[in-house]
């Protein structure tokens, strides 16, 4: 039986994967490509009502498993579907146009014995595919200017991890993949070098039992993991993981994903779970959407304005709806092809040029004297966008922990915080991280950050 170490959780029904691309049309359609055998599957999207456009095979006359993967390169808009017969794998990359049609630019043989997972860092420049062989590896490539791809090395073994039920996922600056490993419950960290080769870039980080699915909020700052527990990583800047939350589930939990703006996550099990997300990363819940149909969902997508949530059920693709408190209202449903498995989400937008930042500066940068007064920051900087209206928010966090049980700072707009003037009188200083996150009307996003520095004493 081939088993998986995809990005997300494997189940019965997991072979499809699903890509969403938008247009810019005033009524705004999305077009979701599923990957099943030899296949790709259509369907468009008008504010969440989904209707089957078509299917196409990916190489004529091909006979494979239905286990494939896809994975998509947003910022080209190129679209990379495996195709695996049990004795030979094929990677094809098709041009995605802003209608949704799909151009052939390649087929490649891969090294890779049995592809599973696949992932395209943010900024076009690397695809990873999982092997699910006796010895569980990624295999890198190089995307080239016309999304063609070029192997990056040999592939990076990962030790002890089975094959089946693990995710990987990519910090949206594209420096770490994190790997989700059900059989050790271990999360793994690879940082990514500037030629795409991956090596370990901190110590594994050990969970409770039964982990599963993984998803990284836009800012790169909250790594979230749903299994049995729900868990909630806060990301250092070198890539190493502190734990910040958990949460109880109801054991049926096994994917989860979080909006644009990092406001909202939703985790799926018998029910589709709605959280809030709050500045440090904790989750509150807020609701449930009823299930559709018989069984948990498979792939949550969300689509990249935050405003339309994707679940697969064991027949069906349904759209949800999403309102500006987080909660879910079913808006439609449709057939998936018969005897067809159902896999991972990716997704792109016909309009991808994310928000430009110029100028991120914080004023003050530092602040004297430690007094433990909450002072003033402006957040300056210029933020233009060439698919939509560009929304800004500030995040904030600090290297040290909050001193005296006080709130250490506010977001007081989307160029101004208060920040406590206080460190640890036993550290080195205190360095706050402004993290300045924006999404456009087309559901682009980019961020920047700034630095505070409330120093040890006067001299440094």
């Known amino acids: 039986m081939h088993r998986r170490i995809g990005i997300g959780i494997s189940t019965v029904l997991s072979a499809f994967t699903v890509f969403v691309a938008t247009s810019a049309a005033p009524l705004r359609a999305e077009w979701l490509f599923m990957a099943g055998s030899n296949t790709i599957q259509q369907y468009e999207s008008r504010a969440g009502v989904l209707t089957f456009v078509g299917s196409r095979s990916i190489i004529p006359g091909w006979t494979t498993f239905p286990e494939n993967e896809l994975a998509l390169d947003a910022r080209h808009n190129v679209l990379y579907t495996t195709n695996w017969n049990g004795r030979r794998t094929v990677i094809s990359a098709f041009g995605v146009g802003q209608d949704g049609t799909l151009t052939p630019i390649e087929s490649i043989d891969s090294t890779v014995h049995i592809p599973d997972g696949a992932i395209v860092d943010p900024a076009g420049r690397f695809l990873y595919l999982g092997d699910a062989n006796v010895q569980a590896s990624i295999q890198a490539y190089a995307i080239g200017p016309t999304g063609r791809l070029t192997a990056v090395g040999l592939p990076t ?88 939350a958990s949460y109880p589930t109801d054991l049926s939990v096994s994917r989860i994903t979080v909006d644009p703006m990092g406001k909202f996550a939703y985790a799926g099990g018998f029910t589709i779970q709605e959280y809030s997300v709050g500045s440090d990363g904790t989750l509150t819940s807020i609701g449930s959407a009823a299930p559709h149909g018989c069984c948990m969902p498979g792939p949550l997508l969300m689509d990249r304005t935050g405003r339309i949530l994707y679940a697969i059920y064991s027949g069906d693709l349904v759209a949800y709806s999403v309102d500006s408190s987080g909660a879910l209202t079913l808006v439609s449903a449709a057939g998936l ?69 006080q709130q250490d700072w506010v977001v007081v707009g989307p160029h101004s915080v208060l920040l406590r003037a206080d460190r640890d009188g036993g550290g080195t200083g205190r360095i706050y991280t402004i993290g300045i996150a924006c999404l456009d009307t087309n559901g682009n996003t980019n961020a920047s950050a700034v630095s505070v520095l409330v120093p040890h004493d006067r001299g440094r």
């Open 337 to 405: 092809m018969p005897n067809n498995e159902v896999g991972n989400p990716v997704i792109v937008n016909g309009c991808n040029e994310p928000p430009r930042i110029d100028g991120a500066a914080a004023k003050p940068s530092l602040l004297w004297p430690a007094d433990r007064r909450l002072s003033p920051v402006d957040v300056n900087y210029d933020v233009s966008a060439s698919c939509g209206i560009p929304v800004c928010e500030l995040h904030v966090s600090s290297n040290e922990p909050a001193q005296h049980g």
């Open 157 to 244: 073994p990962i030790p002890s991890v089975p094959r089946m039920q693990d995710s990987f996922v990519m910090d949206p600056h594209g420096k770490f993949l994190f790997f989700v490993a059900s059989n050790c419950n271990c999360i793994l960290t690879f940082g990514i070098g500037s030629t795409g080769e991956l090596t370990p870039a901190a110590s594994p980080v050990y969970t409770s039992p039964g982990i599963f699915g993984a998803s990284i909020d836009a800012a790169g700052k909250y790594l979230y993991v749903a299994g049995f527990q729900m868990l909630v990583y806060r990301i250092a800047a070198d890539g190493s993981l502190t734990l910040a």
